[in-house]
């Protein structure tokens, strides 16, 4: 059984850990506020320019754009993986690496070439993937600009062939406590049949474009394409900061719930000595008067 001392030992460490997490704990909470908004203001955009896309292309006869045409013969693939620097965050690098993993299982006909944004999941697969390139940047989210140079390094390998699709596998942001591990494609940007079918028969008119549909889909092609990245750091980032906020919720009431425990021993064993003095002082009284 722990004495006294080392009961006051633990209980003091443990106090130490407890400002430690109640720190990160507030931190998280800020950045989780900021990027929470960001994703709640980006996502909307992304997807109403990516639908507009898709109205548009499909209406529009004769139209064909390099980040639309399917490779059906090229079976080589770029993924990127957009996982957290740091760790302390619950399960946010395993889940990630954990549906990775599992993609890559259920697609062992093509040659999938890995790439990274954050190291953890890096560290968890890198012996077992096809290890592409890993991308560092000057702070720890990157920023829209050199995202956009990521995005156009992937496109190039999609345009000049040498792979046939580009995905991208991240966490999407939920709610602060809960988020999706997926793997999304970029490249093509392909409609299918049924979709197209349907925005015909939701669309029968063609609407009169100024310029023309040609000009304005070889502008928002592209940009659809970045922004559909970005938003998925963005989602990234928010779900890592609610991640690390819960996780560390948990660990300050874990460190309080221990605090109480060890003090309540420590008390018991103080307690436990107390009375066993007071009894030898008694029995060595009652001895001298006998």
């Known amino acids: ?3 006294i001392k080392e009961l006051k030992m633990k209980i003091k460490s443990t106090k130490g850990t407890l400002k430690i997490t109640s720190a990160m704990k507030l931190v998280s909470a800020a950045k989780l506020a900021k990027a929470q908004q960001a994703i709640q203001s980006s996502r909307p955009y992304a997807e109403e320019l990516d639908q507009t896309i898709k109205t548009i292309s499909a209406l529009v006869e004769n139209y064909s754009h390099s980040y639309l045409e399917a490779k059906p013969g090229n079976q080589m693939e770029a993924l990127l993986v957009i996982s957290a620097n740091k760790g302390l965050c619950g399960a946010y690098n395993s889940a990630l690496a954990k549906e990775v993993r599992k993609y890559l299982a259920a697609n062992t006909d093509k ?3 890995v790439f990274f944004v954050g190291k953890k999941v890096k560290e968890l697969i890198e012996k077992e993937v096809n290890f592409g390139k890993m991308y ?3 702070k720890t989210d990157p ?3 050199e995202l956009e140079t990521v995005g156009n390094e992937l496109a190039n390998l999609f345009l000049q062939g040498e792979v046939g699709t580009v995905k991208v596998a991240y966490n999407q942001f939920n709610s602060a406590i809960s988020f999706t591990s997926m793997v999304k ?6 409609l299918d049949l049924h979709e197209k079918a349907t925005l015909e028969e939701k669309f029968p008119f063609d609407f009169r474009y100024e310029p023309t549909p040609a000009e304005i889909l070889d502008t928002l092609i592209p940009e659809t394409f970045t922004a559909t990245l970005y938003t998925s750091l963005l989602d990234a980032v928010a779900a890592e900061h609610g991640s690390r906020m819960a996780s560390m919720d948990n660990a300050v009431t874990n460190c309080k719930e221990q605090v109480r425990t060890q003090t309540l021993k420590m008390n018991k064993l103080r307690q436990a000595a107390i ?3 007071l009894t030898e002082v008694v029995s060595g ?3 001298l008067n006998g």
Request: glycine share 0%; net charge negative.
């Open 1 to 3: 059984m722990a004495n």
């Open 111 to 113: 040659e999938i070439k």
């Open 136 to 138: 560092e940047f000057d």
């Open 143 to 145: 920023s829209f600009l």
């Open 185 to 190: 494609q970029l490249l093509p940007m392909s």
């Open 275 to 277: 009375t066993t003095e």
């Open 285 to 287: 009284a009652e001895s």
